[in-house]
């Protein structure tokens, strides 16, 4: 059976975009309605599959294409490689997915020595015909032959300035003939073959070499960043060619039906006059606004207005045209949909609504979420200079610019006087909460995606770039060296958290602001959507801003966040070096009424919604001073012979007592509930301060409804024990109030064997939160900071990961843990109540996996809301209804 490698214009359609690729199927399209497309036929990528499995072009494939070639002879009244009056074609790629630029064109296929004195005599035009035999052997010589374009156009600058013309329609018939002959020279000193003057070998060369730019370096990038498959290949389109380069009243240029930064309802682009289309693109020409064609060419202009309207009411979206005029006669070259901004995205979509081209779910389904991400945040201006000396990892997206800090005391202290300010650290860890607090954003030298800095930057919407391993620190001097450049603290700083640049000095920052196309779009997701969002949240300030970001409660609240400010962490230090129950109890004393009083603010702040409270999780020793400066401090007491005994021997005791805190592995060590069952008292303090606050709420008519997650849990008896804790403490604290406060106790899922013993843990708990950091981290085995550092980048390049599963839930490994244990919970358990925590909750592959398995909810940071709801609304019209009655994702 004959494979499927050819189809003619006019016998496809837009369906069969996966066989034509995009700009085929377009063209089909364009055909089949009535548009004045040029004949032509596409090679499919079925063809370019097998080119790929064979090393070579498939038998009888060139053989089909000149019997499709025979049609468009007929329909042009002209043939290929006829001296007389040849038929010329371009040969154009078209990849399934829009890949604008990444492939190769080639124009004016089938002129040689022979057919372009035809192509002068039948168009009387001799200049013309050599000005496109010019452009034919520059970009085959390019594109077949790998020869540089730089070097093509240094012989044209050559002949320009031996003739004296200022630019290429300056240039006479008796240049461009001697153009022509210089090219060919060089193209068989540098290539080694000469210009094949064989019209069928030139046909198969440069189907070849359109094969080949599949897998050219810039088409992996583009297709590594898009998500693109490596096996869909590209289709050829071979079309009549049509001239743009026949005098003034012919051209070429590119319109959007709208414009692509604002989204407006207007005509936008660029057109040349007397040129081909790689001319509006090289830049040696200054194109000019669609807008003039009115002026210049009136009634074409007319004919380009309803050519575009016509395209855009058929197709349902904003196209990118592509359009050539051949003495006053208007050919529509390819549409595709327009690429644009997320502002311009939201708006078109919310105004084809209007004009009736798209419904409500259309208009969500097309949105891209992860783009959206751009509107939340601030951004770079587009028109500012900058001096990017540096990249990381796009940890939290947004830009800053501030003075540069390298300590999270001194960021804290020059903010609170009015500076603004960037912290740079190798790392940050919950100790530096106050400086990122206070910071316009963070830069750190080591760390992933989801490494402390990023998650906690994230969660308070400030820009992170991480793991920028250029840059190295000199504590000593106050500076950080970033290639061959110093930055001293106090030096002004920028960074790029969307792009992942670090910039030298300050740039212009532009605010985000919601539009209300936009406000308009998340209103129809809320229609659509089950699942309720929810919010990460440690503070009061960040609760009130999730729910004014349309949080519906907060999913996680992380109470370590609340000891980190400067006037507290002293205290919790002194609670840790305790020697007894009785002075640590002291130290918590103190704490109580700082950790009610935020509870208090965000029971306020949320007042009607779950606050779903995280009782203290990380190892203590993240509370202490790192054990390395310690003594380094000591080392230059005991040098300099400086310090008060007494100074001498706290730090002594300082330094002993975070070497006995410190872990070979803390992830695995000593936190989370083996901290409450170790220590109660800590969790004790924790559980009144939160049922005081409480208290206090709802006698001043706030309705509270706290869930108190015990983080780590990984054996039912560890759930039982903390929970008895906890419903002492209530019953002490809370007394009669106990029936009106409906608190509910629940823990974290992180710990493999808590998934795989889920229906026991279930007897004692009310909800499940999936913590899928850590369970990422356990699963894969593989800590999360130094896999991002130093493997994980290699294994999604290799494609032996198909993305970070960090950052992408992995829904075949971690993803099967999480529906063990859902299944086993409810069975259980059946008012269980289940989500995730993780970072995957913004994620939208990681909501719809969460739809999908009947999850209630999923937590990640405030910034994110936006984006969730959208994804929740298409994980129900992807998915369906899951005809439940309570689905909760938490962003």
Request: proline share 4%.
């Amino acid at each position: 059976m004959k494979s499927n490698w050819i189809s003619h214009f006019r016998h496809g359609d837009a369906g069969m975009k996966a066989l034509l690729g995009g700009k085929g199927a377009n063209l089909a399209e364009m055909t089949r309605i009535g548009l004045p497309v040029p004949p032509g036929f596409t090679i499919t990528t079925e063809a370019c599959r097998s080119y790929y499995a064979l090393n070579r072009l498939p038998d009888g494939l060139m053989d089909d294409a000149r019997a499709a070639l025979q049609a468009v002879e007929l329909a042009r009244g002209q043939q290929f490689g006829d001296a007389g009056d040849p038929l010329l074609v371009s040969v154009r790629s078209g990849s399934v997915h829009s890949m604008p630029g990444m492939m190769d064109t080639i124009l004016n296929l089938g002129l040689n020595d022979d057919t372009v004195k035809g192509l002068a005599a039948v168009t009387s035009d001799e200049r013309f015909a050599y000005d496109c035999y010019r452009r034919l052997i520059h970009m085959f010589g390019n594109v077949v032959f790998g020869v540089e374009s730089d070097a093509f156009e240094r012989i044209l600058a050559d002949v320009k300035s031996q003739c004296g013309a200022q630019s290429d329609q300056d240039v006479t018939a008796d240049g461009f003939r001697e153009l022509v002959g210089r090219y060919k020279q060089y193209l068989e000193e540098t290539a080694g073959a000469p210009f094949p003057q064989d019209v069928h070998v030139q046909l198969q060369l440069a189907v070849e070499a359109v094969f080949r730019s599949w897998n050219n370096h810039r088409a992996q990038v583009y297709r590594k960043l898009h998500h693109i498959p490596d096996d869909e290949g590209t289709a050829v389109n071979i079309q009549s060619m049509v001239f743009g380069n026949r005098g003034a009243d012919s051209g070429t240029g590119v319109l959007f039906t709208r414009h692509p930064s604002t989204g407006s309802r207007e005509l936008f682009g660029e057109y040349l006059t007397d040129a081909q289309g790689e001319d509006v693109v090289a830049g040696t020409r200054t194109p000019q606004p669609i807008a003039k064609l009115e002026d210049d060419m009136p009634d074409l202009y007319e004919q380009l207005i309803q050519a575009a309207g016509q395209l855009e009411r058929h197709y349902r979206d904003m196209q990118d045209i592509e359009f050539t005029v051949e003495r006053g006669k208007l050919f529509i070259l390819q549409t595709r949909a327009g690429k644009r901004t997320a502002q311009a995205a939201v708006a078109i979509s919310v105004a084809l609504v209007k004009e009736g081209l798209i419904t409500v779910q259309e208009a969500l389904l097309r949105t891209d979420v992860a783009q959206l991400e751009h509107l939340l945040h601030p951004s770079i201006a587009p028109d500012a200079a900058v001096d990017a000396v540096a990249s990381g990892l796009p940890a939290s997206p947004g830009a800053a610019s501030g003075r540069i800090v390298l300590d999270a005391d001194e960021a804290e202290r020059l903010a609170a006087a009015g500076e603004r300010v960037i912290l740079v650290r190798p790392e940050t860890t919950p100790e530096d909460i106050h400086g990122v607090l206070a910071a316009e954003g963070v830069l750190t030298s080591r760390g992933g995606m989801t490494s402390h800095a990023a998650v906690v930057a994230r969660s308070m919407g400030k820009p992170c770039v991480s793991g920028c391993e250029d840059v190295c620190f000199d504590f000593g001097q106050k500076r950080i060296v970033i290639g061959t450049r110093t930055f001293r603290e106090g030096d002004l700083l920028s960074i790029d958290g969307t792009a992942g640049r670090v910039i030298a000095g300050a740039v212009p920052v532009v605010e985000a602001d919601m539009s209300a196309e936009f406000l308009q779009l998340l209103e129809w997701a809320d229609r659509e959507r089950e699942l309720r969002v929810y919010a990460n949240a440690d503070a009061p300030e960040e609760a009130a801003k999730a729910r004014a970001l349309g949080a519906e409660g907060i999913g996680l609240c992380r109470t370590e966040h609340m000891f980190m400010s400067a006037h507290r962490l002293q205290i919790v230090q002194d609670m840790i070096l305790a020697e007894t129950e009785t002075e640590r109890r002291k130290a918590l004393a103190k704490l109580l009424p700082m950790q009610q009083d935020d509870f208090e603010g965000i029971f306020e702040a949320m007042d009607g919604l779950t606050v779903t409270i995280r009782l203290l999780d990380p190892p203590l020793h993240e509370f202490l001073p790192n054990l390395e400066e310690l003594v380094v401090r000591q080392t230059e007491l005991m040098a300099k012979d400086v310090g008060t005994p007494q100074e001498r021997r706290e730090l002594e005791r300082l330094i002993a007592k975070v070497r006995s805190l410190h872990e070979m592995n803390p992830m695995l060590g000593q936190r989370g509930c083996r901290l409450g069952i170790l220590f109660p008292e800590i969790y004790e303090m924790q559980v009144e301060a939160l049922f005081l606050a409480a208290s206090r709420m709802l006698r001043q008519g706030v309705r509270v409804q706290p869930d108190i997650m015990v983080p780590l849990v990984g054996h039912a008896a560890e759930l039982r024990l903390l929970r008895e804790l906890i419903e002492r403490t209530a019953e002490r604290v809370l007394g009669p109030e106990r029936r009106s406060c409906a608190y509910r106790v629940g823990t974290m899922i992180e710990v493999p064997r808590a998934a795989l013993t889920a229906g026991q843990i279930a007897e004692h708990a009310d909800f499940f939160s999936f913590g899928t950091n850590d369970l990422t981290q356990m699963t894969f085995g593989c800590s999360r900071d130094d896999a991002e550092g130093k493997f994980l980048t290699h294994y999604v390049d290799r494609r032996l990961l198909a993305a970070n599963p960090f950052q992408v839930l992995d829904t075949t490994g971690v993803g099967q843990l999480i529906e063990l244990a859902v299944t086993r919970g409810l069975a259980a358990n059946p008012q269980l109540t289940t989500g995730i925590c993780g970072e995957h909750g913004g994620d939208r592959d990681s909501i719809l996996f969460c739809h999908v398995t009947g999850l209630d909810y999923v937590s990640c940071s405030t910034y994110r809301i936006p984006l969730a709801r959208i994804a929740a609304a298409q994980a129900k019209l992807l998915l369906g209804s899951r005809n439940a009655s309570l689905h909760s994702v938490s962003v």
